[in-house]
């Protein structure tokens, strides 16, 4: 099988309710390799890249406010990238369903999860989806340097003479 990447985020809902320890925990169960991490101020901007596919939902404001910690005055999310053979199917398998009221009991969202009356989904864990998505996400939450392996090409921009290593041909960021 092959070794494949995928970004998990706790949600500001799983850090204002001490959850980080227990879904790390969770997620040992894999035997995958975290190969980067970080706590994350999430920007309006990152928020509406992250969601755009949501973009014509009613949900879609509230959702950017609670990515953005403004429903439990969290404003912070921890970022992770766990590595290894099927990594989106395993991290996806412990999540379980996104709507909470249909994951499994004995998953992270069947635990912690709930549905705010205005529809969102309060899940605590976001996990890539495919491989695209996988990519798509790595690139917008974490810069080359803050990964321990290369997993996409990069290139080399110099900005007000300062070198950075930067994702080749990445669409989802602009470098000024």
């Given at each position: 099988?092959?070794?494949?990447?995928?970004?998990?985020?706790?949600?500001?809902?799983?850090?204002?309710?001490?959850?980080?320890?227990?879904?790390?925990?969770?997620?040992?169960?894999?035997?995958?390799?975290?190969?980067?991490?970080?706590?994350?101020?999430?920007?309006?901007?990152?928020?509406?890249?992250?969601?755009?596919?949501?973009?014509?939902?009613?949900?879609?404001?509230?959702?950017?406010?609670?990515?953005?910690?403004?429903?439990?005055?969290?404003?912070?999310?921890?970022?992770?990238?766990?590595?290894?053979?099927?990594?989106?199917?395993?991290?996806?398998?412990?999540?379980?369903?996104?709507?909470?009221?249909?994951?499994?009991?004995?998953?992270?969202?069947?635990?912690?999860?709930?549905?705010?009356?205005?529809?969102?989904?309060?899940?605590?864990?976001?996990?890539?989806?495919?491989i695209e998505s996988a990519e798509r996400e790595?690139?917008?939450?974490?810069?080359?340097?803050?990964?321990?392996?290369?997993?996409?090409?990069?290139?080399?921009?110099?900005?007000?003479?300062?070198?950075?290593?930067?994702?080749?041909?990445?669409?989802?960021?602009?470098?000024?």
């Amino acid at each position: 099988m092959p070794n494949t990447k995928t970004l998990v985020l706790i949600k500001p809902d799983g850090l204002s309710k001490s959850l980080t320890g227990n879904i790390i925990t969770r997620f040992s169960e894999t035997r995958l390799e975290i190969i980067a991490a970080k706590i994350v101020r999430v920007s309006r901007e990152l928020a509406e890249k992250h969601y755009e596919a949501h973009k014509d939902k009613p949900f879609y404001s509230e959702l950017i406010d609670y990515i953005m910690g403004k429903l439990h005055k969290r404003h912070k999310v921890m970022a992770l990238i766990y590595y290894g053979e099927n990594a989106i199917e395993k991290i996806r398998a412990i999540c379980g369903k996104t709507n909470p009221e249909e994951a499994d009991p004995e998953t992270i969202r069947g635990q912690y999860g709930r549905i705010l009356t205005s529809g969102v989904f309060e899940n605590v864990v976001h996990a890539s989806d495919s491989i695209e998505s996988a990519e798509r996400e790595i690139k917008l939450w974490f810069e080359p340097d803050e990964i321990i392996y290369d997993l996409y090409p990069t290139e080399i921009k110099v900005f007000m003479n300062y070198k950075k290593r930067v994702w080749k041909d990445d669409p989802y960021r602009k470098y000024t």
